[in-house]
């Protein structure tokens, strides 16, 4: 296990590494979450189309 004195001093020498695989990972989970609430909102969407005709057969 590293002491944390090593490990700032890792980020310290890494600097431009460690901002770049920061920013990658931030934009990964942007578009993992982005990914899912456009899936989720196309499911929801189609429940309502699908319930909208549902009444408008009935009626």
């Known amino acids: 296990m590293y002491d944390a ?4 001093g890792l ?3 890494n600097k431009t590494l460690v901002v770049l695989l920061g920013t990658i990972a931030l934009l990964c989970n942007y578009v993992f979450f982005y ?3 456009v899936r989720q909102s196309r499911q929801s969407n189609a429940v309502d189309q699908q319930r909208n005709r549902a009444l408008t ?3």
């Not at 004195?5 to 700032?8: A, H, P």
């Open 35 to 37: 990914e899912a609430a």
């Open 5 to 8: 004195t090593t490990v700032l």
């Open 11 to 13: 980020i310290d020498a």
């Open 57 to 59: 057969i009935c009626d």
